[in-house]
């Protein structure tokens, strides 16, 4: 519990103490933004407290849960255990950059609505940045065992798994053009 | 969590300069933030690896495989030489952890993975591997998922590795770099037993750099599989594994490798196992009786005694289901 009283002050640092501050350019969704943090930041908070970005969310804050889940370079990384600075140079994709620009919803996002594959929503931004990351992956075969398998890692308290599962095979569906 | 300075060294020698006795180096971060989060680990520095190259896999000469520290779990397992050659290994990464964390953890990452005992884990409880003479929580406290094998009066913490019983199994080097040069030490002999100083957990010293993991060349004609049994299917540590690699002409064993996992204090190879089993017929009931021997000095605590028979299970079923891809022509 003690951790969530630290990270709740993340972001805001002692005026008087800059002595190891880093400053540091961060390219999300497309955008480049300059930030100056504590070398102790993780990208979770710098997105959610910095940037506004609050469609990653905290769960356990350990790499359990997987409701942190963003893409680096299009990979899937849990948020919560990545230090910012180490995200610098690399493309970092939050569920708010998804949806194309005029507001076309992305396959993933379009099936979750269709399938109702989710209830209370706090793990659907990581259960939906998990998925394009695996449809995206030529290494993760797409049927029902493997996806469940590589998907794993985001846990649905709502157990909402059987929508998730569909929905995430009916995008790859949408995707592959089937 | 506690303020740390970070350091981005670009080369393997300012790297090593950079590293004290309060400093951590840090590759994919999922054990190091997580313990530091929790301060378990309170490094006054961390020096950052990822700007070190280090990240390519190669076949050498002799025909052995060295890995890059950096090398992720993920791509690691997917590598077409690891998947063709040492599926075992292949099979045990991705066995462990999540999508996610297996794109962000290392290779030198998963070496050094430190124990998931929940008294480890957190600072308020006494420990002798955090805190060196506090004393072991575990010994008479909920020990159900500790070791049996390879503990002390002081730990009986598990090796929490997948990946680590593979590379065991198969044999491997860790090449490290210092200022004195480079080492290169046998993975047999780079994870320490707890004995007197569960606190030093490998033969790392402070100012070197894991730089390479060198895979033993592959054993000609060899079958292998890695077995994990755990409370749940997906995303769980071992209760017991196994990684089994072994070579038969006809029904003979011929050569035989087996590493455990989630019951020992280290990436475990049963060497009595082992030598057992070379020689010997190929059947279910040789299997039971050499998994046996691999227990024999096992000391088991009031909550973990069913990982003997777990384990013992485990060895079995890992060489049945290793054999059983001979018959049917699918070598290793």
């Known amino acids: ?178 | 969590m506690q303020s740390f300075e970070l350091i981005r060294p670009e080369s393997v020698k300012d790297a090593i300069g950079a590293q004290s006795e309060r400093s951590a180096y840090i590759g994919g971060g999922t054990t190091l933030v997580d313990l530091m989060k929790l301060g378990v680990m309170q490094p006054d520095h961390v020096v950052d690896t990822n700007r070190l190259g280090l990240d390519e896999i190669e076949v050498l000469d002799d025909g052995r495989l060295k890995i890059g520290a950096r090398v992720s779990n993920s791509r690691l397992a997917t590598d077409a030489r690891v998947e063709r050659d040492y599926p075992v290994l292949s099979q045990a990464l991705l066995s462990g952890a999540s999508t996610g964390l297996r794109n962000m953890a290392t290779t030198a990452g998963n070496v050094m993975q430190r124990t998931r005992c929940p008294y480890f884990r957190d600072p308020a409880k006494p420990c002798n591997k955090r805190e060196p003479g506090t004393g072991c929580s575990a010994m008479d406290g909920i020990n159900r998922n500790h070791a049996v094998l390879g503990t002390s009066e002081h730990c009986i913490a598990t090796h929490p590795s997948d990946m680590c019983v593979a590379m065991a199994a198969i044999g491997a080097t860790v090449v490290v770099e210092g200022r004195k040069g480079t080492r290169e030490i046998p993975f047999e002999d780079f994870h320490l037993l707890p004995g007197d100083h569960p606190e030093r957990e490998h033969d790392l010293r402070s100012d070197e750099l894991i730089t390479h993991v060198v895979l033993d060349a592959p054993l000609e004609g060899a079958v292998s599989t890695y077995l994990k049994l755990r409370d749940r299917a997906s995303y769980e540590f071992a209760l017991a594994s196994c990684a089994a690699i072994v070579t038969l002409e006809g029904t003979k064993v011929t050569a035989a490798r087996i590493a455990l996992g989630g019951v020992a204090t280290k990436p475990w190879r049963a060497v009595d196992a082992e030598a057992a089993l070379v020689g010997e017929d190929a059947t279910a009931k040789m299997f039971e009786q050499v998994a046996l021997l691999a227990f024999q000095r096992a000391i088991p605590l009031e909550h973990n005694a069913f990982k003997v028979e777990l384990g013992q299970q485990a060895i079995a079923r890992a060489l049945r289901d290793a054999v059983q891809q001979a018959s049917q022509g699918e070598h290793q």
């Not at chain 1, 709740?8 to 497309?30: F, I, K, R, Y």
């Not at chain 1, 998925?131 to 797409?142: C, E, F, H, Y």
């Open chain 1, 1 to 178: 519990m003690a951790d969530a009283t630290l990270d709740a002050t993340v972001g805001h640092v002692d005026p008087n103490d800059t002595s190891s501050l880093q400053t540091m350019e961060l390219t999300v969704n497309g955008q480049t933004h300059t930030l100056t943090l504590e070398p102790n930041v993780v990208l979770l908070d710098a997105l959610r407290e910095r940037l506004n970005l609050t469609g990653a969310k905290k769960g356990c804050d350990h790499g359990q849960c997987g409701a942190c889940t963003v893409l680096i370079d299009g990979r899937a990384m849990n948020s919560c255990l990545l230090l910012a600075a180490l995200a610098e140079g690399q493309e970092i994709t939050t569920i708010e950059g998804l949806a194309d620009e005029d507001g076309t919803l992305h396959p993933i996002q379009q099936a979750f609505l269709e399938h109702d594959a989710y209830q209370c929503g706090y793990c659907t931004a990581g259960q939906m940045m998990m998925a394009t990351s695996i449809l995206n992956d030529k290494d993760i075969a797409k049927d029902p065992a493997s996806i469940k398998e590589a998907m794993s890692g985001n846990i649905c308290r709502c157990g909402a798994y059987k929508n998730i599962l569909d929905a995430v095979q009916s995008a790859h569906r949408t995707i592959e053009g089937a």
